[in-house]
């Protein structure tokens, strides 16, 4: 066990570093930014929202793409970067043990960040859609849109948002460890020697989890409304949890059809 965890250390440490501080300034740049600073998302965002829908939007500086027939504005805050830092991180740190080489390791440094972008701009133009026209087909249906309700317009964006980037982040981790499981031939941590490999498809939800409500609670962001807080806990768990269990049955059902290719 030293032993593997020795040579991953001294073959990928600076690509971990560097990986790190690329993230903490991504972070540190969002929590910055405006929409004039986030174009370099936001307009491809856009774009492929419009590409979908034929929806058209219109720039306004320090605002965002805005649609007035909707009363929709794709701001800052629906950029999509924080789940671009959450993807990055799960490519990144939950594939690297299964890379061999300093080189192709910082490769898929590069990779990681260049393909969680791109997959970020395909999902959250899904989300912008499915947040444009589910509360109009709700409310057609008769279903409450009040703000005291249990079902309130916040609580029903936190539902969409949570069920797609999370529903996606299980996707993309699936393809990955399925393309991984193909083409790797050694990794540094022995899958024999190590039990803790048997729960990698928790990993999804641990950085899930850790950036969208432990960053949170580090800086303390949960005083400000506590209450509003455990609210927002409760609904992504409850959104989580489920779907997280259904990923599971899938991966063992899944398991056996791709041994069976593989002659394993």
């Known amino acids: 066990m030293p032993r593997h965890h020795n040579s ?5 440490g600076i690509t971990c570093l560097a990986g790190l501080f690329l993230l903490l300034v991504i972070k540190f740049y969002y929590s910055q930014a405006d929409s004039d600073g986030l174009l370099w998302i936001l307009s491809p965002t856009a774009w492929w929202v419009r590409t979908l829908s034929g929806i058209p939007f219109e720039y306004l500086p320090h605002i965002g793409y805005v649609n007035h027939d909707f009363r929709f504005v794709i701001a800052a805050s629906c950029s ?36 969680a972008y791109g997959f970020t701009v395909l999902v959250n133009g899904f989300r912008i859609l499915l947040s444009l026209y589910l509360p109009l087909y709700l409310l057609e249906a008769g279903i409450p849109d009040s703000p005291s309700g249990w079902l309130s317009p916040e609580r029903l964006h936190t539902i969409i948002g949570v069920f797609v980037y999370f529903g996606s982040l299980l996707v993309l981790f699936f393809i990955t460890e399925s393309w991984f499981s193909r083409h790797e031939d050694n990794c540094f941590v022995s899958i024999s020697e190590l039990l803790l490999w048997q729960l990698r498809w ?43 269990l259904l990923f599971r049955l899938f991966q063992k059902l899944a398991a056996p059809k791709k041994h069976s290719r593989t002659g394993i």
């Open 8 to 12: 991953f250390l001294k073959t990928h």
């Open 80 to 115: 999509g970067v924080q789940f671009w830092i959450i993807a990055a991180s799960l490519l990144l740190f939950a594939f690297l043990p299964k890379i061999r080489t300093r080189k192709r390791g910082l490769v898929w440094l590069a990779a990681s960040f260049l393909c």
């Open 202 to 244: 928790l990993l999804p939800a641990f950085w899930y989890l850790a950036v969208v409500l432990g960053l949170p609670l580090l800086n303390r962001a949960y005083q400000k409304d506590s209450q509003a807080f455990m609210e927002y806990t409760l609904t992504i768990l409850l959104v989580c949890l489920p779907m997280l």
